[in-house]
């Protein structure tokens, strides 16, 4: 299994400001991946970040919103720009690929957007 | 489009009864499966895998699968009210390299004392 902690664990900010989610796991994995939960929804990818390489985003999320950085194999960063209330959320990091059984999540950035 | 449904309940049972959660899923390619219990508020944490046709059981829980008819099962016996929860299907098409998983929307599942 992996050990993933995330920071902040929750935050509120105001609308058109930026806030970067950190995602730090405890060993080195292949994919990370980063999900949007909004209350009493499902989880939705918002992109996979794989180390070495840019981050595909799934259709609806795009690069200039929410960038992601992956400077190495245990450490991911997750930025919400231009931030409105639709924004309000549960951000989430998950690890997988190699040598894991299955995706582990960390415990989650709820972001509350004024 | 891979696509894993759920019926997203409310699903309530007493406790003691036995809870079935349902899940098909799209792509006949699916070879692992997963089923996370995930508490109000708090992040999916998994609690059973199945590979293979057939039972798999881990305490109170059995995991059932049929690749034939794209249908994974979650049995949940003896249930208490601390099973009260989402539960969230996964299924994932590589059986070696574990990459993305497609999430079910997820059963709610409230168990009454």
């Known amino acids: 299994s992996a050990v993933i902690s995330q920071k902040p664990s929750r935050d509120i900010c105001q609308r058109g400001t930026s806030l970067t989610i950190q995602c730090q796991v405890d060993s080195q994995v292949t994919m990370m991946f980063w999900y949007r939960q909004q209350p009493g929804q499902s989880l939705t990818l918002i992109a996979t970040?794989?180390?070495?390489?840019?981050?595909?985003?799934e259709s609806g999320f795009v690069i200039d919103k929410f960038p992601i950085s992956r400077p190495n194999l245990t450490f991911s960063t997750l930025t919400v720009s231009n931030m409105s209330p639709e924004d309000s959320s549960i951000y989430l990091c998950?690890?997988?690929?190699?040598?894991?059984?299955?995706?582990?999540f960390g415990p989650g950035t709820r972001l509350t957007v004024l | 489009q891979k696509e894993v449904e759920q019926n997203s309940g409310p699903l309530s049972v007493p406790e003691g009864a036995i809870a079935s959660l349902n899940c098909t899923y799209s792509?006949?390619?699916?070879?692992?499966f997963f089923w996370y219990r995930q508490y109000s508020g708090k992040s999916p944490e998994l609690i059973m895998s199945i590979y293979s046709n057939g039972d798999k059981e881990d305490g109170r829980f059995t995991a059932q699968l049929n690749k034939a008819s794209q249908y994974v099962s979650l049995l949940i016996r003896d249930s208490q009210p601390s099973d009260s929860a989402t539960y969230l299907c996964a299924v994932n098409q590589k059986s070696s390299t574990l990459g993305r998983l497609y999430f079910g929307r997820g059963t709610q599942l409230t168990v009454w004392p």
């Open positions: 792509d006949r390619v699916s070879q692992s």
């Open positions: 998950s690890v997988g690929g190699q040598g894991l059984n299955t995706q582990y």
């Open positions: 970040a794989n180390q070495g390489s840019e981050a595909t985003y």
